[in-house]
Structures are given as structure tokens and as C-alpha cells.
Nanobody
Framework: VQLQASGGGLVQAGGSLRLSCAASGHTFSNYAMGWFRQAPGKEREFVAA????????SYTDSVKGRFTISRDNAKNTVYLQMNSLKPEDTAVYYCAARQSYGGSDYYTDRNQYTYWGQGTQVTVSS
């Protein structure tokens, strides 16, 4: 599956952005999806994950209550709505996919994902 992330940009602290990740090449609903981010000099870290059906989600503690992951299987797209952005949210954001085989799991470890998008830069100014 090919993934194309978009929606990043420059925003002031307290602002909002919505990232999108469009998938192509395979049946999107077969895949659990995740968002990760990587700041300069740091490792890529988990942000949010969602099951193939969208019934379950998971978030890293630092974004709980501010970010929301969702998906539209009819549009082959997963979203990350980011509100109340902080300067520490500045990073390149990546979407990732892993075949789910109809299971009900989400995945929070980057090593569990097979496919990655190219990343989209999010910069939050103070």
C-alpha cells in the first residue's frame, strides 16, 4: 500500500491542524493505521493509532485530549486532528499501515508497521 501524508504547516501555539493520509494500492480497510512523529535529533515516536474498523484508538499521553485520530474507509484516508498545538508538537509527522487481517488490534510500536508515508512537517511557533 502507498501512503501520502498531507496537511502539515506552520501554526501558532494554541492553533489547530488536520493531517490526512491517503492510501492506495490495496484494500484500505484491511489495515490498522498509525501516526508517528520525529523531531530533530530525536527518535520517531508513537502519536496515535486506530484499528481497521475505527472502533478503537490509542494515543500517547502527551496528546490525549488534544489530538483525535479517525478514518474514512470509503475514502481510503486516515486523519489526525490536532488542537491546542504546542511548540513541543513540532516534528515531521508520518502515517503508517499494517495489515490487520480482520483483527481488532491497534499498534503503538513503530516496528509493528510495514508501510510508511513520506512525512509532513508540522511547526508550532510560540
Amino acid at each position: 500500500v502507498q501512503l501520502q501524508a498531507s496537511g502539515g504547516g506552520l501554526v501558532q501555539a494554541g492553533g489547530s491542524l488536520r493531517l490526512s493520509c491517503a492510501a492506495s494500492g490495496h484494500t484500505f480497510s484491511n489495515y490498522a493505521m498509525g501516526w508517528f512523529r520525529q523531531a530533530p535529533g530525536k527518535e520517531r515516536e508513537f502519536v496515535a493509532a486506530i484499528t481497521w474498523s475505527g472502533s478503537k484508538t490509542s494515543y500517547t499521553d502527551s496528546v490525549k485530549g488534544r489530538f483525535t485520530i479517525s478514518r474514512d474507509n470509503a475514502k481510503n484516508t486516515v486523519y489526525l486532528q490536532m488542537n491546542s498545538l504546542k511548540p513541543e508538537d513540532t516534528a515531521v509527522y508520518y502515517c503508517a499501515a499494517r495489515q490487520s487481517y480482520g483483527g481488532s488490534d491497534y499498534y503503538t510500536d513503530r516496528n509493528q508497521y510495514t508501510y510508511w508515508g513520506q512525512g509532513t512537517q508540522v511547526t508550532v511557533s510560540s
